[in-house]
């Protein structure tokens, strides 16, 4: 147990099921979830919000609006703005005014220093991605563009490749696709396992990609394998087995030398799963690159890791038994736990303080500016349920904590610095920042932390990075401190966005403050071609879903099909990655969790259904139809949708395709989105 294990506390409730999450420059933060049957706000049309704007000074909620369904999107800073990429189909039965979300572009923007956009709803200008994408992951690159990987095509089963969308596409600093889609081998070869890969940016401009098991060095602007890494030993580690992975701390003390780590993971999915303790930490960079093999105290499923200001990393959420999906997990894992990175070897873990509240499936955790940790969600359940029972083992979790990590506990609580003022919000790649702040007459060191939250969901923190900026000026045994913090000069260290300042003093933070990176100059911006050539794997796949077409899988060329964006409930209740993996054989069901539940045949708008879905990890786009009712199970056919729905369709507004050259990010606190007229 760590010597202050810090705290957990109830602090408000998040008004929607906390799917995802980002920390805004405003300090507030938004979440965003699927369409559902019941969440806490309603909208000014008096339909229920499927996001909100959360305050953690004031923990008030105020709900938002969006066009398209956001069903496990990406996400990542677009020209200082939130940018929601990729989800899944409608359910005109359920909420007719939310669309198509698969090739879904969503955007949000607030400001530390406009306060008439706080509250404002999502802008969905009309732009789309080039392929549908559902379970993306996107990344930030020093340009100011958007890179976006993997996704399923359809949400049906990823067991079947011509299911899948192992490619990536990248957006423009506004979050406009170049429209093309180019195969990544190694998603190719993680498949099922290759939805949501982990995906880091490194100092040299390629990213570290991992999916499954395995990882590579990937070169965007070769659209090439650069380098590939031995198999991290253990259980899978991502999607449908999701653990977590950091960027380690970046410092100029080892040359900027970049670190990852990755935890947890599982055998396979479903509830009786065991999960993976053990933890995989590699340099990408090093001439001999391996894994160092450490683990946590259990075994932890969905489980996330986000770096401190002090230089840990907090691991929160998840399970000890289970997989991602619905109602497929239990024994939840409610202990903080704390990893020191520069510790030695053996010594790096220890526990902290414990949650009372399960957080399992569709959970998230980040950091606030006062350095204490958001923790919410959970709603393991295809829609919300509101009570454990009737073999419901965990309820749909609207309350909202705060974890007050070690470094504000106890005495340290009292030593913040104090009084800190920024000399500017505006940083480029080779900026000085002067930062006047008091501290405590006998302090003894310093750090200014520069930190990206990024995008959370699924147990991933999308673009999340934090680095120690070389600083001169402090002066040990002075209260009042001017010190001047000077920025790396590489771009791919930080890539611009919204970063938060934190001046950390013998390991304690101050309030952060929100600052804005940008480009140097056009000349220092790399461009990035899209190339029909990739070194390693199969030849690339450049294909467009702007209508039903017939498409060769990446590992499959011979096989072409009609591709299809709506799966029958009964492909929704087999679509789960198998046991043993791979295998394409259908699975039995796993028969523990209790009866049925309610049907869907009328929802009140007023009141919550309890509905218990059979299991599986996909609602995909939902079509119940008469036809198939007769292959169903006695518990399915429970769940009816009214025959007039409309099965969903790939066919929405084509996004723009710009010349491809180097840019520079705008100084702007929204994106220039008026060349799409259907505003």
């Not at 009570?387 to 007050?404: K, L």
Request: aromatic share 8%.
């Amino acid at each position: 147990m760590n010597e202050a294990p810090g705290s957990f506390e109830v602090i408000g409730e998040s008004g929607v099921p906390a799917m995802h999450a980002a920390l805004m420059p405003n300090g507030r933060v938004v979440f965003l979830d699927k369409i559902e049957n019941y969440t806490q706000v309603n909208l000014t049309s008096g339909g229920y919000a499927y996001s909100s704007e959360y305050d953690p000074l004031t923990n008030e909620v105020v709900p938002l609006a969006y066009r398209s369904n956001a069903f496990c999107s990406g996400g990542a800073f677009a020209n200082g703005t939130l940018l929601s990429v990729g989800g899944n189909g409608p359910l005109a039965w359920l909420d007719p005014l939310i669309g198509n979300g698969f090739r879904g572009l969503r955007y949000l923007t607030r400001s530390s220093e406009i306060a008439d956009l706080d509250g404002q709803d999502w802008v969905e200008p009309g732009n789309r991605l080039d392929t549908p994408r559902w379970y993306p992951s996107v990344q930030t690159l020093a340009n100011g563009s958007i890179f976006v990987a993997s996704g399923s095509l359809n949400g049906a089963d990823p067991a079947q490749t011509i299911n899948n969308n192992p490619s990536f596409e990248v957006l423009d600093p506004e979050g406009v696709s170049h429209g093309a889609s180019i195969t990544m081998p190694l998603l190719v070869n993680a498949q099922p396992y290759y939805m949501y890969p982990f995906m880091h940016l490194l100092p040299t401009g390629d990213l570290f990609v991992f999916a499954s098991k395995s990882s590579q060095l990937f070169s965007i602007a070769n659209t090439k394998v650069t380098k590939s890494f031995p198999d991290l030993p253990g259980d899978y580690r991502t999607y449908p087995n999701t653990g977590g992975s950091v960027l380690l701390p970046l410092s100029s003390s080892n040359n900027w030398s970049p670190s990852v780590i990755v935890c947890g993971g599982g055998t396979y999915q479903d509830i009786d799963s065991p999960t993976e303790p053990s933890c995989g930490r590699i340099n990408p960079l090093a001439e001999d690159s391996t894994w160092e093999i450490d683990a946590m105290p259990e075994g932890r499923g969905m489980v996330e890791g986000m770096i401190l200001p002090d230089g840990t990393v907090l691991w929160l959420n998840g399970a000890n038994r289970g997989a991602q999906g619905f109602d497929l997990a239990a024994s939840p894992t409610m202990e903080a736990l704390i990893y020191d990175p520069s510790a030695v070897f053996g010594k790096r873990w220890t526990r902290g303080a414990s949650s009372q509240i399960p957080r399992l499936y569709h959970s998230v955790a980040l950091l606030l500016l006062d350095g204490t940790v958001m923790v919410a969600g959970s709603n393991p359940y295809a829609m919300p349920v509101l009570e454990s029972f009737r073999g419901d083992r965990f309820a749909t979790e609207f309350r909202v904590e705060r974890y007050t990590p070690p470094y504000l506990s106890g005495k340290r609580a009292n030593s913040r610095p104090a009084n800190v003022v920024l000399s500017k919000l505006e940083l480029f790649a080779q900026s000085n920042l002067v930062i006047d702040f008091d501290c405590a007459q006998d302090a003894s060191s310093l750090k200014v932390a520069l930190y990206h939250g990024g995008f959370v969901t699924h147990s991933l923190h999308m673009g999340h990075r934090m680095l120690y900026l070389d600083t001169v000026g402090f002066s040990a045994g002075k209260v009042g401190q001017t010190v001047t913090a000077t920025m790396p000069g590489n771009m791919n260290l930080t890539p611009p966005g919204p970063y938060v300042v934190y001046v950390v003093v013998d390991g304690v933070p101050g309030i952060g403050q929100f600052i804005s990176v940008f480009n140097l100059t056009e000349s220092d911006t790399a461009e990035i071609p899209l190339s029909d050539e990739a070194n390693e794997g199969p030849e690339p796949v450049h294909h467009r879903l702007d209508s039903p077409t017939s498409v060769p899988c990446p590992d499959r060329a011979s096989l072409t099909t009609t591709l299809s964006t709506t799966a029958t409930i009964e492909e929704i209740a087999n679509n789960r990655v198998l046991k043993p993996i791979p295998q394409t054989a259908h699975r039995e069901e796993h028969s523990g969790g209790g009866g049925g539940g309610g049907g869907l045949d009328a929802p009140s708008p007023a009141m919550p259904v309890h509905i218990k879905l059979p299991p599986m990890d996909h609602m995909a786009q939902i079509n119940f139809t008469a036809s198939s009712s007769s292959s169903l199970s006695s518990s399915q056919q429970n769940l009816k949708e009214p025959a007039t729905s409309p099965a969903p369709s790939n066919e929405d507004v084509p996004p723009t395709t710009p010349t491809l050259t180097p840019t520079t990010l705008v100084k702007q606190r929204k994106p220039d989105l008026s060349r799409f007229a259907n505003e």
